[in-house]
């Protein structure tokens, strides 16, 4: 059974839509984050939840808005996508802040 | 800038050398871990070092952290074409507990 998993795997869309990213975690873990990888592989921590609550909220546009549904789940929703949100998307969680976190396979967005 | 950075940048060696990466970080952590990354998958974790550790071994994974000097290391040993890869480190920058990444050293292990 997969760990942390995401989908989709690749999502290709126009500039101005709006995309959503879901991701799952079955290891019972209580932090989960969301990560931003851009092609010179520099990865930023966007966001990061504990028990559903929002812990790390770093500088991040308001167009981007995570959502727990529950513990084992956070979706990462984009509003009016720009060309510069083209990365690779990567959810993660860990039991406490900051300690091993098991990361998902990534989702690779590409803005038009 | 981020907290942690990673050097060399870029590493190429035959199977069977050893391999040498290092961290440097800025303000204090609690803790220091080291990921790799295999060519368009997630980070898997490899080692995680307190502050108060100077050393820590996992296989033929040996991780130093030097606090004095801001610094860890990784060194894998007799090396394997798989360990192609990238290995980034990750700190928790001035103790905020927030993950803070750099940028990777990427790793060729030539068969």
Same mark, same amino acid.
């Given at each position: 059974d997969t760990a942390v998993s995401q989908t989709p795997k690749y999502l290709v869309t126009q500039m101005g839509n709006d995309k959503s990213i879901k991701c799952e975690q079955?290891?019972?873990?209580?932090t989960m984050y969301w990560y931003k990888q851009d092609s010179k592989k520099f990865l930023k921590i966007m966001f990061s939840y504990n028990n559903k609550e929002l812990i790390i909220n770093e500088t *991040?546009? &308001?167009?981007f808005s995570p959502k727990s549904p529950d513990k084992a789940h956070l979706n990462l929703h984009i509003n009016?996508?720009?060309?510069?949100?083209?990365a690779v998307y990567f959810c993660a969680s860990s039991q *406490?802040? &900051?300690?091993e976190q098991f990361f998902g396979p990534g989702t690779r967005l590409t803005v038009l | 800038s981020q907290q942690g950075e990673e050097d060399p940048q870029a590493l190429s060696i035959q199977e069977g050398e050893n391999a040498t990466m290092n961290c440097s970080y800025k303000t204090s952590i609690n803790n220091l871990q080291w990921y790799r990354q295999n060519s368009g998958r997630g980070l898997v974790h490899l080692i995680l070092i307190r502050s108060n550790e100077r050393e820590k071994h996992s296989g033929r994974l040996r991780v130093t952290l030097d606090t004095s000097k801001k610094s860890s290391s990784l060194l894998i040993t007799?090396?394997?074409?798989?360990?192609?890869a990238s290995y980034f480190c990750a700190t928790d920058a001035g103790g905020s507990y927030i993950p803070t990444f750099g940028r990777g050293t990427s790793l060729i292990v030539h068969p």
């Open positions: 079955n290891l019972g873990h209580d *991040v546009p &308001n167009r009016s996508l720009e060309l510069g949100d083209s *406490v802040l &900051n300690n | 007799a090396s394997r074409a798989a360990d192609t």
